[in-house]
């Protein structure tokens, strides 16, 4: 069992930065990939950013230059770093990971963060 706790989200401006964190524990045995949904309202769970293991990155079209996707597999960490945010960038997102544990391959997603980009 993985659980996964995001925090970092809030209220920022447009043009503004806001940095999200994701921190897995449990009975983890390997991570394999560490990755960020959004959903903002009235719109469908996307993809924002994904690291695998080895350091890949991939970006949605829509965030790509101004976000970057970090991670820490060591720790069981992973970070969003989001700049010059927009209004359509306010969502809740979520910390997803694929991970081994005891011995099954699984799927684990956090709760989620709220992001409201607004004056």
């Known amino acids: 069992q993985v659980q996964l706790v995001e925090s970092g989200g809030g209220l920022v401006q447009p043009g503004g930065s806001l940095r999200l964190s994701c921190v897995a524990s449990?009975?983890?045995?390997?991570?394999?990939?560490m990755n960020w949904y959004r959903q903002a309202p009235g719109k469908e769970r996307e993809l924002v950013a994904r690291?695998?293991?080895?350091?890949?990155?991939d970006y949605v079209d829509s965030v790509k230059g101004r976000f970057t996707i970090s991670a820490d597999y060591a720790m069981y960490t992973a970070a969003l770093k989001m700049a010059n945010l927009k209004p359509e960038d306010t969502a809740v997102y979520y910390c997803?990971?694929?991970?081994?544990?005891?011995?099954?391959?699984?799927?684990?997603w956090g709760k989620g963060t709220l992001v409201t980009v607004s004056r």
């Open positions: 690291v695998t293991s080895d350091g890949t990155t």
């Open positions: 997803n990971v694929d991970a081994v544990s005891n011995g099954m391959t699984m799927i684990y």
């Open positions: 449990g009975s983890i045995f390997k991570i394999n990939a």
